[in-house]
């Protein structure tokens, strides 16, 4: 089968959402995303919706715990009315260190309080579809009043996707228990998602007894590709930035770990202490950046993404492309050419 693909904001200017947006659906993107990293993932999929009409929209992804499920539940139904039911929410984490030092919010397990926070969200939906009694009451979490003042009403399109973003074998399997979807972190190797997270994700869906096909399987890795391979090596640079950004986080020690590069984790972690992010990249070596990224120019980027993702991951994220070249038309091919359920061999 072909992947769904999508595209994304990572910092965008407000100003200029509208205008990607469009242009992501005109090329023939499936979806858009936006992340939380320097600024809010909501707002700018408002914009995103008012300028498009087919695309989906998606957070990729909006960390959870710093929002009640209350304050999530009526951001996101409000979007999914406005998009004529095109919103998808994706939840994350994120670590212990931004969860109390960033957001000010306490830390406990993740697994098990995303769990309740996804439950908690469908308990409100529900409400606010059908007029059922508020009951729900977790460890974290809990719904148990409202009045028809508090309570926006039925949609069109009640239900809501719910993707979880995982890097550990903990959050997939909660994923696949509770969610419709998986965002796999770009720092992550095929061996990794084969080897460890597919398996927990197998198990969650064993558990609510649901089927694969039911769930989406949603990213994998870097991505390093251009018109020549001058280009490709420039966006190898970054790959290895972004690798040895990620790889210094000890949370996400277990990707590397896999791989038998405990020793790099173990260095990066206290060279990022030390504030050398610079010299960083230098530890990333060839090995590494083939685990975890694609490299290849345009013409057999399409060939590699589908040796590596095909068989295992449903959608990809194949962005920044449409605003590094001039020519529209060779990412509208790639995007379609990603598309399409490939040729037997």
């Not at 020549?228 to 210094?248: C, H, I, L, P």
């Amino acid at each position: 089968m072909g992947f769904k693909v999508e595209t994304g904001f990572y910092s965008p200017k407000l100003e200029e959402v509208g205008a990607i947006a469009k242009a992501a659906e005109e090329i023939g993107y499936d979806g858009i995303h936006a992340s939380e990293t320097a600024h809010d993932p909501f707002l700018p999929l408002v914009l995103a919706a008012e300028h498009t009409e087919r695309i989906s929209l998606g957070t990729a992804v909006a960390i959870a715990f710093p929002r009640s499920p209350m304050i999530t539940a009526m951001m996101s139904w409000d979007l999914q009315k406005y998009s004529k039911g095109r919103f998808i929410l994706g939840l994350g984490t994120q670590v212990k260190g931004h969860n109390e030092r960033r957001f000010s919010v306490p830390w406990t397990a993740p697994a098990p309080r995303l769990k309740e926070y996804v439950e908690t969200l469908r308990a409100i939906w529900d409400t606010f579809q059908n007029g059922t009694k508020p009951n729900y009451s977790g460890e974290h979490y809990q719904f148990t009043l409202i009045n028809p003042v508090f309570n926006p009403g039925p949609l069109e399109h009640p239900y809501i996707p719910i993707h979880l973003a995982a890097v550990n074998e903990g959050n997939a399997r909660i994923a696949g228990e509770v969610a419709d979807g998986i965002k796999l972190h770009s720092f992550n190797t095929m061996k990794y998602t084969q080897e460890v997270l597919v398996p927990s994700i197998e198990k969650g869906l064993e558990k609510s007894n649901r089927s694969r096909d039911k769930f989406e399987i949603w990213g994998g890795g870097f991505l390093a590709t251009g018109k020549d391979w001058a280009t490709v090596e420039k966006n190898v640079e970054q790959v290895k930035r972004m690798v040895s950004f990620y790889g210094s986080t000890r949370t996400y020690q277990g990707v590397l770990d896999h791989h038998g590069w405990t020793d790099i984790g173990e260095q990066l972690h206290q060279m990022s202490v030390n504030n050398k992010w610079d010299e960083m990249p230098k530890l990333i070596t060839p090995e590494m950046v083939e685990a975890f990224a694609v490299v290849a120019p345009y013409d057999n980027v399409v060939e590699k993404m589908r040796e590596r993702y095909g068989g295992t991951v449903d959608a990809i994220d194949f962005s920044d492309y449409s605003k590094d070249i001039d020519d529209q038309d060779v990412v509208r091919h790639l995007v379609r050419e990603l598309q399409r359920d490939p040729v037997p061999a």
